[in-house]
């Protein structure tokens, strides 16, 4: 069994090379944390084009990433480091798949898309070099949808109940990112996932005949 290791929320602050205000700097908070189809309760998300919204309410990270980022950098990795919201221990983040749900207590969540790294990645982390390392990697997390809105906290049990579809997992979607043209293959098997709306009206024009 899974477990939720932590919960993380994020205040507004600047970072060193921008005057605008980020949520990604994310603390561990204990006691119970209420999610809702938004995202967590007190949690900042201010760069909403981006972030946020129904289809990116949560990021989940997982330890086994964290575990394999310090042992190739020689560094801890405490949670919320990626400005994650839950850190999950003992679950994969290789196989995990669009669509894949994620029970902890009353709340369900399902996999939606990717985490993608952007400049604030690279100035929460200190170095724009860590865009591209985070990229090559192929160790994004998951951003999540709330099914099932309610109450978690660290400690709990987790566990996942894998897409009965069309299985594409967020490492081959992320690996996509760079290419010029998606696979139409790849587009295909996409659509007959739970993919986010945004993924999904930007794939559907360029399958019509």
């Known amino acids: 069994m899974a477990t939720l290791l932590s919960v993380n929320i994020g205040s ?3 970072l060193a090379g921008s ?3 980020t949520g990604i700097v994310k603390l561990p908070r204990t006691g119970p944390v209420m999610i809702d189809e938004m995202g967590l309760l007190g949690d900042a998300v201010l760069d909403k084009k981006h972030h946020g919204g129904r289809d ?21 990795f405490p949670p919320g480091t990626f400005g994650e919201n839950l850190t999950i221990g003992g679950l994969s983040g290789d196989t995990l798949a669009i669509g894949d749900r994620i029970q902890i207590g009353d709340v369900l969540l399902e996999v939606t898309y990717h985490r993608t790294p952007c ?15 985070f990229a090559r990697a192929l160790r994004p997390g ?12 660290a400690g709990m049990d987790v566990s996942c109940v894998p897409f009965a579809g069309e299985r594409v997992t967020v490492t081959e979607l992320m690996a996509t990112d760079g290419m010029r043209e998606r696979p139409r293959e790849l587009m295909e098997r996409v659509l007959r996932t739970p993919i986010r709306e945004k993924t999904r009206l930007r794939y559907e024009p360029l399958l019509r005949p």
């Open 142 to 153: 998951a951003y999540m949808r709330v099914l099932v809105p309610g109450t978690v906290e």
């Open 12 to 14: 507004p602050q600047a």
């Open 119 to 133: 400049a604030t990645l690279g100035r929460k982390m200190g170095d724009p070099r860590w865009v591209k390392r």
């Open 56 to 76: 990116q309410a949560v990021y989940i990270y997982m330890q086994s990433d964290y575990d394999w980022w310090a042992g190739e950098l020689g560094q801890p």
């Open 19 to 21: 005057a605008t205000p």
